[in-house]
């Protein structure tokens, strides 16, 4: 959406909100707490081989590449490596839009970015590789009509989240300074407009904080903003802004507490049981530009509380889901769920925890499905199991969906406007992939 259009956009209610995003992200039916395999045994079938060596699925899906690292683009570069987090737009007229992440740092390719860029390398006018591309799809095809570079100048675009008036937030997990190699401070998160043509103007989120952003996602009842932190000891943030839909004019950052628990990590004990909804605050956070990179540590010693690792985060139907990687007593991975609310107090379970490597392992990136399942992106690298999409049931069983046989990780998963395609990154050598088939009722 054009900013003249989203200006007009925002004047409107928090109904208007709640109608555009269910354009961006078929809504998720509510889901019942539980735990394990048994829960999500046969909802796809056995995975099948896959001839090509790239990803296995279940009978009576296939996938087609929609985009790979060194394809030509648009603008004259080429696509860089590293393809994270991503979401999906509908942009009218029979297109559709992937806003994709490059988790790219000062020594890697950028694929000949240039152009208005956040920040260059050392004093020249070459931008730092980490950003984002937007590939351009026919609707009905799937047929790439053009891709280019959308935000350059940045570093470890990890993931983001889309919001209710069509724009990606792309956020940086790193928070190097000026070093004589980069020029700006970084651990901000940038707002990529999914119909811009080009390269957009990088202004960073400033009062959104910086920290090692993973993800984020927008309540379109509110226009509140959740935010999630790649740290062994992160937070959960949100951010009120001065004016819903409008990031860049400020707001306030807080961060959630559950009074009496301090850790849900459930690395020593049961910090937190499956299944059991808790009351949560928020704890009102000052110097949020954190220039020593302690904003976590601050929040936490005003009674905020710890999760392990926070990473993809997804707005379902009243409720969001977010993945803690390395949460759990096995510290194979947890799934929280918070329940905003408008009058009371927020709500907050552990909605799956992983018991077992071979049943799930690190999960990352994640949606939420149109038929109310979670697919969540495993980025673990070991040689004892393949990196897997897995589903998670309304009822909190896990279940494969794919296994990636490249040696890499799976990230950007994200549904098409329609439900019908499911969208996801092999992370390196990048490549974008298409999913299709008979998705479960």
Known sequence: MIPQDRRRFLGSTATAFAGLFAVSCAPAARMTAGAGLAGGAGVVGPLQKDPAGVIDLPPGFSYRVISRLGDAMS????????????????????????????????????????????????????????????????????????????????????AGGITPWGSWLSCEEDTRKPNGRINKEHGYVFEVPAAAPGLVDPVPLKAMGRFNHEA?????????????????????????????????????????????????????????????????????LDNVEAPEDDLRQRGAAMGATLFARGEGIWMGEGEMYFCCTSGGAAKEGQIFRLKPALHGADMLDLFYESPDIAEYSFGDNLTVAPNGHLIVCEDQYTEVVDNHLRGITPQGGAYDFARLTMQTELAGACFSPDGKTLFVNAYSPAMTLAITGPWPA
């Open 75 to 158: 603008d004259g570069g080429t696509v860089p490596d590293h393809a994270d987090g991503m979401g999906c737009f509908d942009l009218g007229n029979g297109e559709i839009a992937l806003v994709r992440n490059h988790e790219l740092t000062p020594q890697h390719d950028s694929g000949g970015a240039a152009g208005p860029a956040y920040d260059t390398v050392a004093r020249s006018l070459v931008p730092l590789p980490g950003g984002t591309t937007t590939v351009v799809l026919d609707a009905a095809t799937l047929a790439v009509k053009r891709q280019y570079r959308s935000l350059a100048g940045t570093i470890r675009n990890c």
């Open 216 to 284: 984020a996602c927008v309540d379109p009842a509110t226009g509140i903003v959740y935010l999630t932190e790649d740290r062994d000891d992160s937070l959960l943030y949100r951010f009120l802004p001065t004016k819903p839909g409008e990031l860049a004019r400020g707001g306030t950052l807080q961060a959630l507490a559950i009074d009496g628990m301090a850790d849900t990590r459930n690395w020593t004990g049961a910090d937190i049981a499956v299944g059991v909804p808790t009351a949560a605050r928020w704890i009102t």
